[in-house]
Structure formats: structure tokens, C-alpha cells
């Protein structure tokens, strides 16, 4: 990892072999802001964030760097939005589902179903026409989107049996995100909907106290998911966005110069973030099944009928009916030009 010093005007550049449990080679700067992350430190968010500190440390003269805490070791995602409420944590990454507690709005963008792929998530999340209202909604609360990152798409996964229809899902209990939404969701697709924080899912797994999770292949395969629950099935049927989340007065400390260049170098750290997902997931699939794992590929047509009460459960403010129709509305918008390339 590279490490960049801050020294009376320049800097030095230093290889550094160290660094590995806190963030990969996070640079030091006049202020270091702190980011929670739930997951490993070699998980692409991670990896995109640390670089986007290092190239902050550069461009404001090491006034400012990015340090990112991964494995929850700042807390659970559910606490982490608090401790950046109160300032004591600089930056989170945080699922889109802990947001929808604050404002029920964040609903639309957390679907079942509502994005086509991954790059239509990432044409939704980050264009201000369509999320900037949202985003800027829950400055009340003490907290500031500054931007949205593809996290992949979830599956299902059992330690049971594979699972190729709804009735598979009878009786088992699933993890979930922390939402009544996710609840409802893993109840419509025919399993028991059980919410908890992603680091007690493994042992939950193995102890029986749940027969399975819900997420991409990278997290099952990271936090060992698969060696618990060793049947994955590709329903697809998620793509909860990973908000980066701040404290207004956290960010506003910054000169409006050195927060543009923050913007600029989030925009980078989308698009690093994005190619690593894509290929990480593919990686994580290979490792697994090399390890064990059987992957399989239920038609997915029952499963999106059965959760499609939750659009009307869920969907009851003007405002998240709008974002929902916007995100699909994308989506035709992409089809489009796809047919008009052929
Ligand atoms: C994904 C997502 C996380 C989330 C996790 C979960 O890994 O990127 O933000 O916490 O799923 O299932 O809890």
C-alpha cells in the first residue's frame, strides 16, 4: 500500500507493509475521516474509498484523507447511522434498508425487482433528478447521502435444499435486512422473513437458529456463508444500494473547494467501485462452488409474482411512487437505445 505523509508543504511517498486491520494503507493527512464499513477491507466499496482518500490527501495538500474501518469494527450498520448522526463517526457505508427507517421514501429504491441491472441501479442512484430530494431529505436527522453504490444482486440461500420455486422457501427461515420491508418480502416469496445485522448471520446459520441468508455472491463467499448454508439459487430478487452517508456539519467543515474535490473523487470511486463489484461477484461464485457450493438457477417469473403486493404495500407517498416510476421509466429509457443499437 502506498502511504502519503504530510510534511510542512509536500509530501512523501512511502511503500507501508503494515495497515491491513484498519483500511488497506490509509493515508495520513491533517484530518482523517473515519468510514464504518460492515464488510472486509478487500470488498470493492473498501478499496474504492481508500483510494479516493489517498487521492484526497493529494489534491488537498494532505489537509484531508479517508480511513475506512471495515468488519464492523465501528459498529453494526444499524449503529453506525447513529454514531454519524452524533459526529462521532465521520462516514458510513449503510444499506439502503436502515435508510428507509428514517424516511419510508427510500422504499422505491429498494424494490424487489426495480432495476433491470447493474448499470441501470447506477444511472438511478447518482443522477440528482431523480435522487437529489431524496438524498437531501434527512439533513434534519443529521445526515447527508452524499452518493449511492451498487452492492450486486441478492439471492437466496439455504442450508437446506436448493431452492427452485416458491414453496422451496416453506418454513425456512431467511435473514434479512433490518426492515419490515425485507420482512414482508421474504414472507410474500414464501419463507419466514428473520431480520439481524450481517455478523451474526454465520453463526446463526450453523447453530440452526435460521436455515439461510439473502445476499451476493461476494458476501457469501467472504463471510463464509457458503460453508453453512451451501445451496444458493440465483432468484435475484434484490438490489439494495450501499449509501454513503456523512454529518452535514462533518462535511460543511470542509472549504467549499476542498469539498468539490471530495464530489469529483466520489465520482471516481463509483465507477472503481462498480468494476470491482462486477468482478468480484464472479470471482466469489467460482471460489464457491470450487469449495462446494451448488448454484442454481430457479425461474424467477414466481418470484416476482409473489412479491408484487409489496409495490402497493409499500409504495404509499406521492414522493416514493414517483421515485419508483423515474427508476422504471430508466429503465425503458435503456431498453430503448439497446433495441435502437440492434
Ligand atoms: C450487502 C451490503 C451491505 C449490507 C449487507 C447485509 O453486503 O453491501 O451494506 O449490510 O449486504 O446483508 O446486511
Do not use: W
Not at 507501508?16 to 484498519?22: Q, V
Not at 489534491?59 to 453506525?80: C, F, H, I, M, W
Not at 428507509?100 to 427510500?106: H, K, L, Q, S, W
Not at 452517508?245 to 474535490?261: C, H, L
Amino acid at each position: 500500500a502506498v502511504v502519503l505523509t504530510a510534511c510542512g508543504a509536500g509530501f512523501t511517498t512511502a511503500a507501508a507493509g503494515a495497515g491491513a486491520t484498519e483500511g488497506a494503507g490509509a493515508p495520513e493527512a491533517e484530518r482523517v475521516f473515519k468510514v464504518a464499513f460492515n464488510q472486509n477491507a478487500d470488498q470493492p466499496e473498501a478499496v474504492a474509498l481508500t483510494r479516493l482518500g489517498e487521492r484526497l490527501a493529494e489534491r488537498t495538500d494532505g489537509r484531508y484523507s479517508v480511513e475506512v474501518y471495515p468488519n464492523e469494527t465501528l459498529g453494526a450498520q444499524k449503529d453506525t447511522v447513529e454514531l454519524v448522526q452524533s459526529g462521532a463517526v465521520d462516514l458510513a457505508l449503510v444499506a439502503g434498508s436502515l435508510l428507509e427507517n428514517i424516511n419510508a421514501d427510500f422504499v422505491a429504491l429498494n424494490m424487489p425487482y426495480v432495476y433491470d441491472s447493474q448499470a441501470h441501479q447506477e444511472a438511478v442512484l447518482n443522477d440528482p433528478a431523480i435522487t437529489g430530494d431524496l438524498y437531501s431529505s434527512l439533513e434534519e436527522q443529521n445526515i447527508r447521502v452524499l452518493g449511492g453504490f451498487s452492492a450486486g444482486v441478492r439471492s437466496v440461500y439455504t442450508s437446506a435444499h436448493p431452492i427452485e420455486t416458491p414453496a422451496d422457501l416453506a418454513g425456512l427461515k431467511i435473514r434479512v435486512m433490518e426492515t419490515d420491508t425485507n420482512s414482508r418480502m421474504m414472507d410474500l416469496m414464501g419463507g419466514v422473513g428473520t431480520p439481524m445485522g450481517q455478523g451474526e448471520v454465520y453463526t446463526a446459520i450453523q447453530s440452526g437458529v435460521i436455515d439461510g441468508g439473502e445476499n451476493n455472491e461476494s458476501i457469501y463467499r467472504n463471510l463464509k456463508h457458503d460453508e453453512v448454508a451451501p445451496y444458493y439459487s440465483y432468484t435475484n430478487h434484490l438490489m439494495i444500494p450501499d449509501y454513503l452517508i456523512t454529518n452535514p456539519a462533518t462535511f460543511d467543515a470542509m472549504s467549499e473547494a476542498d469539498r468539490g474535490v471530495f464530489l469529483e473523487e466520489l465520482e471516481a470511486a463509483y465507477d472503481e467501485s462498480s468494476r470491482l463489484t462486477t468482478e468480484v461477484m464472479v470471482s466469489s461464485q467460482q471460489a464457491a462452488e470450487e469449495a462446494g457450493a451448488e448454484f442454481s438457477s430457479p425461474d424467477v417469473e414466481p418470484f416476482r409474482e409473489a412479491v408484487a403486493p409489496l409495490l402497493d404495500e409499500k409504495l404509499t407517498t406521492p414522493a416514493s411512487r414517483q421515485l419508483y416510476d423515474r427508476t422504471r421509466a430508466v429503465a425503458e429509457q435503456m431498453a430503448g437505445r439497446t433495441e435502437g443499437d440492434r
